[in-house]
């Protein structure tokens, strides 16, 4: 149990933050499902846009601290490809 201030302050903020960061990162799953959800459909154009969408999302899931760099790089890879590959 934290016993100075700064201690019991610091567990404050460390629970806004768990909350505020813990819906970033559910924030961008959905902006990623949606992307995984019109690949599964098949449709070229709604993937696109869905991917043009959830981009910014990772871009600012890095910016924010919640994600590492290459892991969001390797999914925008991942997604790209994907979406690429579709006829």
């Given amino acids: 149990m934290a016993n100075t201030p ?8 460390n629970d806004r ?10 924030r961008i799953r ?8 019109a690949l599964d459909s098949g449709d070229k154009v709604a993937a ?3 991917l043009a969408a959830a981009q ?8 924010k601290g ?5 892991t969001a790089s ?3 890879a ?3 490809k994907r979406v690429s590959a579709l006829a």
Avoid: C, Y
């Fill in 6 to 13: 700064q201690a019991k302050k610091r567990i404050r903020r």
């Fill in 17 to 26: 933050r768990a909350e505020i960061n813990t819906n970033r990162v559910g």
């Fill in 30 to 37: 959905t902006f990623v499902k949606k992307v995984e959800a």
């Fill in 48 to 50: 696109t846009s869905a």
């Fill in 56 to 63: 910014p999302e990772l871009a600012r899931g890095v910016a």
């Fill in 66 to 70: 919640v994600l590492h760099k290459n």
């Fill in 74 to 76: 390797r999914k925008f």
């Fill in 78 to 80: 991942r997604l790209t």
